[in-house]
C-alpha cells in the first residue's frame, strides 16, 4: 500500500463483526490457527466476535464451531443473509429479521428471467434455483449447501424472502443493476457481492444496520464496535462501525471507505495481525 490507514494505538472495542469470504476465510475456505487463537483471546475478554456474512445460518454455523466460541456470552450472535437477520446461538432463535416482500420478488425475478439472468433463494440448508447454471454451482461449492431447480420460482418467491441472488457474467449484472435501483427504489436495495453475484435485499437493510440493532441490544456504543471486510457487501458495516477494517486484498472502494486496512492480506492472517497490534 502506499498509505497505510493504521490506527496510533490500541482501540477500545466491545463487539468485532467479521465477513466471511476473502476476509475470516482464506482462499482455501479455512480460518487460520492464528486468527481463531485471536478471535477465541477476544471473546475469552468479553469482546462479542460475530460473523456477519451473506451466507444463511446453516452455511454460517461450521465456522461457528471452527471458531469454538458460541459457548461463551461473547460468541453466541451470527448475522446471516447480509443483515437480514440475526441469530442466536444461546436461545436457538431469531431475533431479527427483515425480507423483501413476495410481490416485488415476483417482478424483479422476471425482469431478470427476461434479460437471461438466473435466481437463487436460499432455503435452510437449500439452495432453490430458477436453473442450474455455473453461477450456481459456485455459490454452493463456497457455501457448502445443496442445490434445487425449482420449476415454478415466481410461486416460490411469493412467499416473500431475505434474500434474493440474481447471477449473470459479470457484464449483465453491472447493466441490470441502475435499472433494478430505478424501478424499485424503496421496495429493495441492490449491490454486488461478486462481480457475477446481484443480491437483492430488504430496503435499508444490511450489515451495518445489523451490527447498530445488534450493538444497541447490547448497549454497546458504536464507537466501541469493530468490522472487518473487503467486498461492497461490507460497504454498511465499514462505513457504519466505530472501527471500520478493510482487508488489505479488499475493493479499493473499500480500503478508501474504511478507517483502517489491515497490513496483511486474508492469507497472511491480516485479521489476527491487526487484533494483536491494535486491540488484544
Same mark, same amino acid.
Given at each position: ?81 447480509? #443483515? ?59 457455501? #457448502? ?40 427504489? #424503496? ?16 430496503? #435499508? ?76
Amino acid at each position: 500500500m502506499m498509505h497505510e490507514k493504521l490506527p496510533h494505538g490500541k482501540l477500545a472495542v466491545k463487539l468485532i463483526a467479521l465477513d466471511l469470504d476473502d476476509t475470516l476465510l482464506n482462499t482455501e475456505l479455512k480460518i487460520s490457527p492464528r486468527t481463531v487463537s485471536a478471535l477465541r483471546r477476544a471473546a475469552s475478554q468479553g469482546i462479542f466476535v460475530v460473523i456477519a456474512s451473506g451466507r444463511p445460518e446453516s452455511a454460517i454455523l461450521p465456522f461457528v464451531r471452527e471458531l469454538d466460541i458460541a459457548g461463551f456470552q461473547a460468541g453466541r450472535y451470527i448475522l446471516a443473509l447480509n #443483515g437480514a437477520v440475526i441469530f442466536d446461538l444461546h436461545e436457538r432463535r431469531t431475533i431479527f429479521s427483515k425480507k423483501v416482500s413476495g410481490d416485488v420478488l415476483e417482478k424483479i425475478f422476471l425482469e431478470a428471467h427476461d434479460r437471461g439472468l438466473s435466481a437463487e433463494i436460499y432455503d435452510g440448508s437449500i439452495i432453490c434455483v430458477s436453473e442450474e447454471t455455473k453461477w450456481s454451482r459456485t455459490d454452493a461449492d463456497l457455501s #457448502g449447501l445443496t442445490l434445487k431447480v425449482v420449476r415454478d420460482f415466481p410461486s416460490l418467491v411469493k412467499n416473500g424472502y431475505a434474500k434474493m441472488i440474481l447471477s449473470a457474467d459479470p457484464k449483465d449484472v453491472d447493466s441490470f443493476i441502475p435499472v433494478l435501483r430505478e424501478k424499485f427504489s #424503496g421496495a429493495a436495495d441492490f449491490f454486488i457481492s461478486k462481480p457475477f453475484f446481484l443480491e437483492v435485499m430488504p430496503p #435499508g437493510c444490511g450489515k451495518g444496520e445489523a451490527i447498530a440493532f445488534l450493538s444497541d441490544m447490547l448497549g454497546i456504543d458504536r464507537s466501541e464496535t469493530m468490522a472487518f471486510g473487503d467486498s461492497m457487501n461490507d460497504e454498511s458495516m465499514i462505513r457504519m462501525s466505530g472501527h471500520g477494517v478493510a482487508m488489505s486484498n479488499g475493493l479499493s472502494a473499500i480500503r478508501d471507505a474504511a478507517a483502517y486496512v489491515t497490513r496483511k492480506t486474508n492469507d497472511e492472517d491480516g485479521i489476527a495481525d491487526f487484533l494483536e497490534a491494535f486491540v488484544l
